[in-house]
Every structure is written in C-alpha cells, then in structure tokens.
C-alpha cells in the first residue's frame, strides 16, 4: 500500500515537471530558446531633465546605484564615451526624425553604424540598437520606411562584423495588440501585417528580440472596475480574483504577465514562436493630477519593487514559466521639463538631483537600486507581517544579533507604544544601523523593510537620525518570545563568567535563529 502510493506521488510530481512541454507543444521552439544570460533590469535615459546629470555623473550614479543595462532615446555621444570601460550595456536608438534618412540610403546607415556605433564599440558595450519608437502606432506614416531602416543598418552592422553582437528591432506600444485579454485570443491589428510580419521574420532569422512598451499603468486606468489595482501592482491576490483564460485555464496574477503572454499568442497567430520578448518600457508614475490618482509614490513603489523582485526571481509567465523577459524602467530620473499632464513628468525613480523619488523595497534582490542617495536611512517592522514572525525576529535582534534594545525596556524613552511592531522597528533599525546599513541586514525572513522616512518620535530617537539623542544607555540585552511587554535585560556590567554564558548562548541562538538574516 505504501509502496502504490509513493509511486503515485512519483507520477503526480513527474506529470508537474514534464507538464509545460506537453500542455502547449506549439511553443516548444521559445521554450529551447532560453537565455545564456540571467534576465536583468535596466532603465530608460530620459534626459528633459533641469540640470541633467554631467556624463561622468551620471555614469558614477549608474554604478553606485549598480545598474548594468540603460536604453538611450539616441545615440549621445559623451554618454557613451563616459559608458567606456565601465561593462555598463546600453541599447542607443535611431530617434523617430531619422527614419527616413536611414530608411532612403544605405549610405546614411552605414553612416550612422560608423558613427554611432563602431566608434565607440567595444569599449562602451552597445548591445542593441532601437530602430525609432512606436513608429507603427504614432507615426504610422513613417510606416513604410522602418523595415528599409533596420535592414540596411543591419547590412551596416555586417559590414563592420558587428552582427552578431548587437541586434536591431524596434519598441512596439501594447497598442499594437489586439484583444490582448484572454492571452490567448489575442492578435496583431491586422492593418499592420504587411510590415509586422517582414519584421518578425528579420527577428526570427537575426535572433533579436521583440521590443514591447508595456504599462500596466494604463490597463488599470482603462479598464477601472475590472482589472483590479492590486493585480496591476503584482500583488497577491485571493484565487477567486485571479484571471484566468479560459483557453488554455492558465492563470494570471498579475496584468504585466497576461501583456507579456498576450505578445506570444499574437506572434503565434503569425507562425512565430521563437522570438524573446524585451520589455523596453514599464513603470508607473508617482504622482498625476485629479484625473489620475492612483498615480501615487505608494503605487508606484510597490509596482517597480515588485517588477524587480518578480525579474530577479526568474518567475516567468503562466505561458512561459521557462523564460523571464528582461525589463527596463520608465524611467531613471523625473523628465520636469515635459509636458501636461502631471503624470508625463512624474515617472523617474530619482529627482533630477539624483535623489531618490520613494526608496524601493528591494530588499533580497542584492544590490541592484538598493542604495538611497540621500545617506539617511531607517530598517522598520513590514505593516503585513504577523506579530509572531515579527516577535522571532525582534527576539533574535535582541539575542544573538546584539542589537542595543535598551531603549525599549518598561520606562525606557522607545518603549511606547508598547507592541511588538514598534519595538520590531526599533530592534531591526538598530542592528541595521550597527552594521553599517550594509546589503541584508535589513530582512530578518522578510519581516522588515528600508525606508528613508525617520520613524524616531517624540523622545524616542532612532540610531541613524540625525536628531540628537540624549540617551547614553549602553546595554546588551536579550529577550524571550513571550510578547513585546515581558521583554527582559542584562546590563553589560557582567561578570566573565556571565560574559561566558553570554556568549555561550548568543552562539546557540544564533544557530536557532540566523535564518531571519540570511
């Protein structure tokens, strides 16, 4: 009996791993087309911006921040002579005005290869060139000449030996999509076809990706009362609210993976089933006016945390799970100097000062945005976790962790409000700070969160504030998991044999309880 039922488990767990190469067998040409490289996160390089970043700026900003992919909207030249040397990949783009130059002569390509290119390659990493920008949607009169345009700049990029390094395509706005929910009814406008489909077959034959502009943002806005906001913000949802299509009972938890796998069904209609989706725009603005209110930092901080973690967790999609498309972030800095609406302006991470607009919770992702420019910041209890996992983790910051906890003992100045939340934020902000703020000490298992906002009150001031403190209490403490009102402390005029045991049972916890750090 035992032995039938373990077979049975074995078959169950055999059908799950083999299920997504049997389910949809039409895609099994995508699905040996996976990436050599991990799928990464880069960002857009808007540049209407009052006092832009200088070059050599801007690319020290870049590797502070540890960003390794930029797209450009041209091919600015100090830009990418400051980008030399530095293994920063950028995609550079051909703007919209220069199509019809490039699309009429092959000489003018060559030119621009040459140019914009090979004279900066291979010192500056160029990995793709973008061939103008929603031309097919917004321009469509200059339709005609973007096939001409990356074939002869890709005839260029022969010439020089440089095609099989960088690859062209061309951003496409979800617009182009057609009936994009059920993923899998959807198609391409069919008006389109004549040029979408030399285009594919260039994609298909030069192993270059797909460019899509896709927001998220503007699927919620359009369609308020039937995608669900947290469903476009990557949060979890109940099982009853996920969308499912009825074709193929995949589910979707979030709007950015039912777009992704809208591009694949649509391709699919057109025979193409092994080009890779590059996501070159997404984003959500953080602040809009009275006609856009969920443009918020709170919404647009939870979205672009939660599309990072969701890249560098290799989740893929419901279609393909296999294979995760890299994204690139509309965008780096707040364009000021664009045009109404609020929104248009209100996009970046950072100010034009490079400080940060909102500070993303990236917390588990290394270091990748993780750094605040404005040198002050604070480790605090998550809203969402319960108060037992919270109370592991305080007691553990407290323990082994050695963080200072006087201040919360009964009558210490951070003792109220007395719950384990505030004394969780208090305990984790210390040893965040005690260690120097550096990459992880500020997760305890997920339980805790980095901001920039100062969390000190009243006469309770948080290490790392820059208000002052009078409070010179030095204690090492420990504390037992009984709630945040029995918390218990020692002073460190200990003994040496209570300093022995001190240590005895900090390594003892530590082996108990260091999982709520790693």
């Known amino acids: 009996m035992a032995n039938s039922k373990l077979t049975a488990i074995f078959s169950l767990l055999l059908l799950l791993l083999t299920a997504d190469s049997t389910l949809l067998p039409e895609f099994a040409e995508i699905k040996q087309q996976r990436k050599r490289d991990e799928p990464y996160v880069g960002v857009n390089l808007g540049t209407d911006v009052s006092n832009f970043l200088s070059p050599t700026d801007l690319v020290a900003f870049l590797q502070l921040q540890k960003i390794t992919h930029v797209r450009l909207y041209d091919a600015n030249g100090d830009i990418l002579r400051a980008l030399a040397s530095t293994k920063i990949r950028v995609i550079i783009s051909v703007p919209n005005n220069q199509l019809l130059g490039i699309g009429s002569s092959n000489a003018t390509a060559a030119a621009w290869i040459r140019r914009n290119v090979a004279a900066y390659y291979p010192k500056t990493v160029i990995t793709a060139v973008a061939v103008g920008d929603e031309v097919l949607t917004t321009i469509p009169s200059s339709s005609p000449v973007l096939m001409p345009a990356i074939e002869s700049l890709y005839s260029a990029l022969v ?175 707040n364009e000021d100097l664009r045009s109404p609406p609020v929104s248009e302006a209100n996009w970046g991470l950072f100010y034009g000062n490079s400080t940060p607009v909102y500070l993303l919770h990236v917390s588990g992702t290394g270091t990748f945005l993780a750094n605040d420019t404005t040198n002050q910041t604070f480790c605090v209890a998550e809203d969402d976790v319960d108060s037992k996992t919270l109370q592991a983790a305080l007691d553990w910051a407290c323990g082994p962790g050695r963080a200072n906890c006087s201040e919360i003992q009964p009558g210490e100045t951070c003792y109220q409000p007395n719950n384990v939340m505030n004394h969780a934020s208090y305990a984790f902000n210390n040893y965040y700070q005690k260690e120097g703020r550096a990459a992880g000490s500020c997760d305890f298992k997920g339980a805790a969160t980095i901001t920039t906002t100062d969390p000190s009150h009243g006469s309770c001031i948080y290490p790392g504030s820059k208000q002052v403190s009078n409070n010179t209490t030095e204690r090492v403490n420990s504390t037992v998991p009984s709630g945040a009102s029995t918390l218990r402390y020692t002073s460190t005029q200990t003994s040496a044999l209570d300093h022995g045991l001190c240590v005895f049972l900090s390594f003892t916890f530590s082996l108990l309880f260091c999982s709520f750090i790693c």
């Not at 706005?173 to 959807?186: E, H, I, M, T």
């Not at 809009?288 to 672009?304: I, L, Q, R, V």
């Open 159 to 333: 010439t020089a030996r440089l095609h099989t390094r960088i690859k062209i395509s061309t951003p496409h706005a979800a617009s182009l999509v057609l009936d994009p929910f059920p993923p899998s009814q959807a198609f391409f406008n069919q008006s389109l076809a004549p040029i979408l489909s030399p285009l594919l077959q260039f994609l298909s034959r030069t192993q270059s990706p797909l460019m899509m502009n896709l927001y998220p943002y503007y699927v919620f806005m359009q369609n308020k009362g039937v995608v669900p906001l947290d469903n476009s913000l990557f949060k979890p949802l109940a099982p009853s609210k996920e969308m499912v299509d009825p074709n193929t009972l995949l589910h979707y938890t979030s709007v950015f993976d039912a777009m992704i796998d809208a591009v694949y069904f649509a391709m699919k209609n057109l025979n193409f089933t092994d080009i890779v989706v590059l996501v070159t725009e997404t984003g959500w603005p953080s602040k809009g006016d009275s006609k856009e209110p969920y443009a918020t930092t709170d919404n647009a901080d939870t979205y672009n945390s939660n599309l990072i973690k969701h890249v560098f967790d290799r989740s893929g999609t419901p279609l393909h799970p296999e294979l995760t498309s890299s994204v690139y972030i509309y965008e780096l800095f």
